[in-house]
């Protein structure tokens, strides 16, 4: 597969070169122990503080990790999988991938694929690449780098799908990234999604606002709904949910101290999915 990460300074093709990615500018990005590449330096940002903090990554991480959003990730790899079944060898971009658990999903189901992880947060980044490692074989298909969904360091036309799963989406870096006819499929949360979850922590608990994108370099092409309860059952489990959500950072402390007397909480998970296909 030919495909390279470009140079954020100058914008030519990077090379591994023994332990760093270089480009022909002389421009060089050292690949970590882990095997992720930290292409942040945007005129500006702080790459060790862009993006979800290490508690975040931490809840994250736990929480996906009993398994209650799986089955997302798995209907998403499958989509992708079916989407590009005439594709011998193809390219998926997973923006804003955070700590790597969806990536990491895409890449055991579509094996022929080769998987771009892609977040601002460095710590994020970090953690998914020390997830891929540690799979039952390492997983071999999947990459992944620090770098901004508003400027992916990929040249045009180089992928087959891009992937938003609960992050940014950028109408026209997802457009120049795809090939014609190249698929961006996103995910978000439903009106009554973590609704039980809200129904501890507000006294008036509300329905989320359905996400609009304004997607003119692409068509919509279908809609689907994932939609069931979940169960947690410790409030180990529970806190790991708040934190990682944005409620954590907007909830009176008298809400949180009452969650925190929590040992078990059921509540609605919900995800739409919409697949739209590059102009």
Known sequence: MNVNYLCPVCGQKLKISEHSYKCRDGHSFDISKKGYVNLLTTKGRNPVKSGDNKEMIRARSAFLDLGLYKPLAQKIGQLSNSLTREIKEPVIIDSGCGEGYYSCIYSELNERA?????DISKHGIDHAASRARSHTPPLQNI?????S???????????????????PVSNDEYARVLKKGGYLIIASPTARHLFGLKSVLYDKPYENEPNVYSLNKFSLEDTLTL???GELNSNVEIMALFTMTPYYYKTPAEAVDRLKTY???KTEIGFEIRIYKKL
């Open 114 to 118: 080769l998987i771009f992880g892609i």
């Open 227 to 229: 939609e069931y309860e």
């Open 263 to 265: 040992d078990s909480l």
């Open 143 to 147: 990459r992944f780098a620090a770098a």
């Open 149 to 167: 969904a508003f400027s992916l360091p990929f040249r045009e036309g180089c992928a087959d799908i891009v992937i938003s799963c609960f992050a």
